[in-house]
């Protein structure tokens, strides 16, 4: 009897560890390829904010700000990187969990909703314009249709679309 108890008192706990797990990462909902569609074209850096941790200065984070980031189906320029066949992987992720995990609240960012949409694009071969380029891997939050923001170096960049594609 005994042992039929601590086996079901060790499952019940596994399942409700995995279980509290799960809700803990989040609501990450796989979308399709046509989810990405909306994000082509040129996108212009108009304003930042600052991570919890930064590789840039003030100085260094305002020399950005004009700046031109052009995503195509083929081919995606992101700060100095550059790709001539990017990979768009589209998800629906809990705002709040995404951005305690960045140490950044989401209402510093002026974001509203319980979910967002994170368009990653990653490169298998990608041209950097610098060797201190670690990866070609970033993180597109869509605000709306016309606004979006990427995080660089611990900076979180301000989109906004002045041409569509």
Same mark, same amino acid.
């Given at each position: 009897m005994?042992?039929?108890?601590? #086996?079901?008192?060790?499952l019940y706990t596994t399942i409700g560890f995995f279980n509290n797990k799960s809700i803990k990462a989040g609501y990450n909902k796989r979308s399709t390829? #046509?989810?990405t569609v909306s994000i082509y074209g040129s996108w212009k850096i108009i304003s930042y904010t600052p991570g919890y941790i930064s590789a840039l200065t003030d100085e260094e984070a305002k020399k950005y700000i004009g700046k031109t980031i052009t995503l195509k189906p083929d081919l995606a320029t992101v700060i100095n990187d550059t790709c001539n066949q990017p990979i768009f992987k589209s998800t629906i992720q809990n705002s709040d969990q995404y951005f305690y995990e960045s140490r950044i609240d989401k209402a510093t960012l002026k974001i509203k909703?319980?979910?967002i949409r994170i368009i990653e694009i990653d490169c298998e071969n990608p041209k @950097?314009?610098?060797?201190?380029s670690p990866?070609?891997? @970033?993180?597109?939050? #869509?605000v709306n249709?016309?606004?979006m923001i990427v995080s660089f170096n611990g900076v979180y960049f301000h989109l906004k679309r002045i041409r569509s594609f």
């Open positions: 005994n042992r039929i108890l601590i #086996t079901s008192l060790f390829q #046509t989810d909703s319980d979910s @950097y314009s610098d060797d201190n990866n070609f891997l @970033y993180d597109f939050i #869509t249709k016309d606004l």
